[in-house]
């Protein structure tokens, strides 16, 4: 397996642009994260999926974030209107089960300008 | 929610010493209690985890202690080399199952001086 796949590994856009970020998962793995990491806040979590059902999504900052999990094998996380505080590294993680490790992607560096 | 604290921000040792970073979490119902490990530009990658019902974990170099009483753990790394130097970051669940929502600390930055 290719581990968790992220794409864009980069995205720079203009501050009120639509941005998606998307997400492969590991095969077989039920439960899928969305991370944002900043300098000034660490790794935060924004929202889980247990078997593409959100689970938690109470870390998503307000709504102009939005994610889906239409099948086991892929995730998105939408921002619009994008701002310039939303420039961040955004991963990725999946997981086998609870007591399990979570394997990161390689992130998405998102700079809004 | 799990409110986890981590420190130092910053961990300077001389090769060859040991490392110690230490965290704190909040909620007494956490019960995992993985460490990663997150070279600059990349994942973070897990190193060791210490589930609730263990006092202590070792893996070579590396050990994690637990004190749920005080609610707090460690890492500690002994003979550390070079390749050590990374960020660190501490992670609790706080919702009784493993994987489940990771809180993280704001990680360390361990620096392995020659």
């Known amino acids: 397996d290719a581990g968790v796949i992220q794409s864009p590994r980069h995205e720079v856009t203009e501050m009120g642009q639509e941005v998606t970020l998307r997400c492969k998962p590991i095969?077989?793995?039920?439960?899928l994260f969305w991370y944002r990491q900043t300098m000034m806040r660490g790794l935060e979590l924004l929202i889980y999926f247990n078997n593409n059902v959100p689970i938690d999504d109470s870390g998503m900052p307000e709504d102009r974030f939005s994610a889906k999990m239409p099948n086991a094998s892929f995730s998105t996380l939408k921002i619009q209107p994008s701002e310039p505080r939303d420039s961040a590294v955004y991963f990725c993680?999946?997981?086998?089960?609870?007591?399990?490790?979570?394997?990161f992607g390689q992130g998405t560096r998102l700079t809004v300008v | 929610g799990e409110n986890v604290e981590q420190h130092p921000s910053t961990l300077s040792v001389q090769e060859g010493d040991s490392a110690v970073i230490k965290c704190t979490y909040s909620d007494s119902a956490s019960n995992y209690f993985p460490w990663y490990k997150q070279e600059l530009g990349k994942r973070p990658q897990l190193i060791i985890d210490i589930r609730s019902n263990v006092g202590e974990k070792k893996d070579q170099r590396i050990a994690v202690t637990l004190n749920k009483t005080a609610k707090h753990f460690s890492l500690h790394i002994t003979e550390t080399q070079p390749e050590d130097s990374a960020v660190y970051f501490c992670a609790a669940s706080n919702s009784g199952g493993g994987a489940d929502g990771l809180t993280f600390g704001k990680g360390t930055h361990l620096i392995i001086q020659p």
């Open positions: 993680a999946s997981s086998f089960g609870p007591y399990t490790e979570a394997f």
């Open positions: 095969s077989g793995h039920d439960y």
